[in-house]
Every structure is written in structure tokens, then in C-alpha cells.
Nanobody
């Protein structure tokens, strides 16, 4: 059972930056795709960024050119570097992972993920 633990959230002013980390443990040699999601109060969970097993990435239009997803040391740690933060980026951010049938698969759809972390709060003030 893959375990995910997020960290790095906090409060910043608009225009600031944060780096979220997700420590990954108990994964096997199976292929995975991984992603970052966020959920603001009263809103549905939305995909922010995803990375395929082969390193391919995709981003939500709202964060393109501002956020960067990456994996460190294979799958030990998943990062989300967030720059140019806006008040509308305020949300609980979750790390997620799922088995992949192919190495080039990624997804921004929450229902396609099996494993989830507990989240880390990001608050951006204007």
C-alpha cells in the first residue's frame, strides 16, 4: 500500500512562492502516475499537475507557467513548486498516486487515483 505524506504548505502574500513536498513510501516496482490536487472550501477537488512514470507532465490551465511538478530520486519525493501565487490558489493541497497501465499516462481526474495523502494547507493573501 503506497503511503503519501505532504508538507510545505503555509501562508504567503500574493506573488510569493512555496514548495510542496510529498514523501512517498511503500511503493513497488509497478508503474505509477502521480499528481497534485487542491480543494478550496465549498468547491470540488481539482487537478493541478500530474507526472507520468516516464516523466511527462501536464498542468491545469490556471497554473501553467507558474507551478512545476517533479519527482526526486525516482519516486522518493514528489514536489510542487508554486510561484506567482494568487489568492485564488488558496486551498488544501493533496498528493495522489495510482498504478499506471503505461509509462506515459498521467491524469488530472481525481477519480483515477487510488492513493491519497492527508493534505497541506496553502493560504495566499492579497
Amino acid at each position: 500500500q503506497v503511503q503519501l505524506l505532504e508538507s510545505g504548505g503555509g501562508s504567503v502574500q500574493a506573488g510569493g512562492s512555496l514548495r510542496l513536498s510529498c514523501t512517498v513510501s511503500r511503493y513497488t516496482s509497478t508503474r505509477y502516475f502521480m499528481g497534485w490536487f487542491r480543494q478550496a472550501p465549498g468547491k470540488e477537488r481539482e487537478g493541478v499537475a500530474s507526472i507520468a512514470d516516464d516523466g511527462g507532465t501536464t498542468y491545469a490551465d490556471s497554473v501553467k507557467a507558474r507551478f512545476t511538478i517533479s519527482l526526486y530520486n525516482g519516486r522518493d519525493t514528489l514536489y510542487l513548486v508554486m510561484t506567482g501565487l494568487k489568492p485564488e490558489d488558496t486551498a488544501m493541497y493533496y498528493c495522489a498516486a495510482s498504478y499506471a497501465r503505461r509509462s506515459d499516462l498521467y491524469s488530472l481526474i481525481p477519480n483515477e487515483y487510488t492513493f491519497w495523502g492527508r493534505g497541506t494547507q496553502v493560504t495566499v493573501s492579497s
